[in-house]
Every structure is written in C-alpha cells, then in structure tokens.
C-alpha cells in the first residue's frame, strides 16, 4: 500500500495476481487500515516538529492546506463527511488522506476511525465490484 493508490490498486492487483475478489478485498482493507491510527495521533506534533525547519515548513504548510481544502465536508459533516471523504474511490481521497484530515482538523480516535473504516469498506466494494466486471467483460 501507498499513499493515493491504497485499495483502489491494492484490489485490482490482487485480483491480477490471482487472489479471489474476497482475499484481495479484505487483504486491502486490512493494509489500508493498518496506519490509519497512527497517522491520526502523531500527524500534528509530526507537523509541528518539521514545520520549525527550513526545508519541511514550506512542505507542511502545503500538506496542511490541502488537508484543509480535503476537510471541507468533513468540517460541514464532521464524521458522515469523513467517512464520505474516504468513501470516493478517487486518488487523494482514501484513508490516508481521511486519517490527515482527522489529525489536522483535532477529530477525536474515537469518531474518526470508525468513520474511515466504514468509508474504506464502501470504496473497496465499489472497486471490488468495477475490478471484478472489467475481468469479467474481458474472458
């Protein structure tokens, strides 16, 4: 798994190495899943120790501005807007970004992840469904 691909390759390519819609399903939901905690607790004290540097402070603003940007529904909907967030099976809006947008904008452990996991649980059957009628439309 990385950033942007997460499940909306992961399923695909499982599917392609010859897993069953199931394994690469819950296989990528697993992985997608894994960092997610993490990645809500630590983002603001990580961001607040590299914004002090040269180099890493321009880099944070940005990546904290594209979480804001990210955040509208989510600061309108608080966790239906995340879970929506995540849910679009489109590049830049898988857990990932959800977990960055729940640390930047101080939504609790508690609500977010539940939110991005049902939001993960959507977009890969969406995937899991479109992967598994393109393999069938060309046998």
Known sequence: ???????????????????????????AVIGNMLPVPFIILLVRRVFDWLRTGRYWGPKIQW?????????RVVRKYRVIGLCILVAI??????????????GVLGIR???ALPAIFLGVLLAGAVVTAITCGAVSAFR
């Open 89 to 102: 099976p489109l590049p830049g809006t898988g857990a990932w970004t959800g977990a960055l947008v729940a």
């Open 109 to 111: 452990l508690r609500s």
């Open 63 to 71: 990546l904290e501005r594209k979480a804001h940007i990210k955040g």
């Open 1 to 27: 798994m990385v950033p942007v691909i997460e499940l909306r390759g992961g399923i695909p390519y499982g599917i392609a190495c010859g897993l069953g819609a199931g394994e690469a399903f819950w296989a």
